[in-house]
Each structure stands twice: as C-alpha cells, then as structure tokens.
C-alpha cells in the first residue's frame, strides 16, 4: 500500500474520532444535567456520577484535542483507544448484568439500542488501532 492510501486512512480514522468525541461530548455538556441524572440510574456509579459527567466529555474534548495536532496525535490515538475500550466495556458488562439500562449517551447515538450501541463502540474501539497501524511509517527490514 502506498504512503498517500496509508495516510488517507490514517486521517479518515483519526477525523472520524474527532468527530464522535466532539460530538458526543457537546451532547452531553449541553444537557449535563440530565447526562448526570442517567448516569445515577447505574447502581456501580451513582455515587460518583456528578463526577463521571465532567469527566467523560472532558476527556473525549482532550482526546479529540490530541488527535487534532500533529505531535500529539498519537498519543491522542492511544487515549481514544483507552475511551472506546473502556466505553465498550462497560456497554458489554451492562448488557450482562441489567435488565432496564437507562441511556446515558447523547446526540443520535441515544436512539441506538443497547447490543446496536455495543457494535458501533466495537467499530470505534477498531478504527484507532487501524489509525495507529495506518499513520505509523512503514517498517523495513534491511538485510545486512
């Protein structure tokens, strides 16, 4: 694969992350009061929720921060892949443990149901590996 296909997929992976974090994080700014409230429905949380609903688009805002510069991007690659595996997780562990799962997403996402939620946070847990693997210079091997 050339270096121009390489980079193209590189940035489609890496604009689509900033896209969904900034997104989903104004979503839920905008209505953090109700963001809070969904987030103390889940028993495990409920204590720290007010915390929870700074926390998570503070930090999809510094992932999508990351991933907007050059230098950092990266790094910002390796934050969105700790976010969408820990998102997906806890997505999974809810699915096998609650029978009434409040929604506590934002935006259009929120019309997705729980197992359609669960696979397009598998597709995003995927698409920073694959901004990982497709920014990074090919490696070669010299014969000596």
């Known amino acids: 694969m050339n270096q121009q296909t390489r980079k193209w997929i590189a940035d489609g992976c890496i604009y689509s992350l900033v896209f969904l974090f900034v997104y989903t994080a104004t979503s839920k700014l905008f209505r953090l009061n109700v963001f809070e409230a969904q987030l ?50 806890f997505i999974a562990f809810m699915l096998g443990t609650e029978k009434h799962l409040p929604c506590s997403c934002g935006g259009v996402i929120s019309w997705m149901n729980w197992k359609q939620h669960l696979v397009f946070n598998i597709f995003f847990t995927i698409v920073p590996i694959m901004g990982l693997v497709y920014s990074s210079p090919k490696i070669q091997i010299y014969a000596t």
């Open 40 to 89: 103390t429905r889940f028993p495990w949380i409920e204590h720290i929720a007010p915390v929870i609903a700074w926390a998570v688009p503070v930090a999809e805002l510094v992932a999508a921060g990351l991933l907007l510069t050059r230098r950092t991007r990266r790094t910002g690659l390796f934050v969105s892949l700790v976010l969408m595996t820990a998102f997906t997780l």
